[in-house]
Nanobody, 118 residues
Framework: VQLVESGGGLVQPGGSLRLSCAAS????????MYWIRQAPGKGLEWVSG????????WYLDSVKGRFTISRDDAKNTLYLQMNSLKPEDTALYYC????????????WGKGTLVTVSL
């Protein structure tokens, strides 16, 4: 299993970024997928999840209405569209694969850094 995130960078407050996570080594369409972040000096924070069909999505309250998770099963890719970014969104963003039945996460990528600053 391999998960490779991309799309991070430096953006001004109010700006947008789209993160991608390229998945390989498993049947991507069969699994729930997640985005998790870790801000500098802080612990891990679950951000969003999407079910195997893509019809079910869930968000951390602080990102609802600003972030959108999606998936393209034909491309084995998970996305996170982030709009109206705030300095408090600054973090290393990871994608993760569900172990099965939305129980836990068993594989993680190495992360992509998002910095929101003037």
């Amino acid at each position: 299993v391999q998960l490779v995130e991309s799309g991070g960078g430096l953006v001004q407050p109010g700006g947008s970024l789209r993160l991608s996570c390229a998945a390989s080594g498993f049947t991507f369409s069969d699994y729930y997928m997640y985005w998790i972040r870790q801000a500098p000096g802080k612990g891990l924070e679950w951000v969003s999840g999407i079910n195997s069909g893509g019809a079910g999505t869930w968000y951390l309250d602080s990102v609802k209405g600003r972030f959108t998770i999606s998936r393209d099963d034909a491309k084995n890719t998970l996305y996170l569209q982030m709009n109206s970014l705030k300095p408090e969104d600054t973090a290393l963003y990871y994608c993760a694969k569900d172990i099965g039945a939305a129980a836990a996460m068993d594989y993680w990528g190495k992360g992509t850094l998002v910095t929101v600053s003037l």
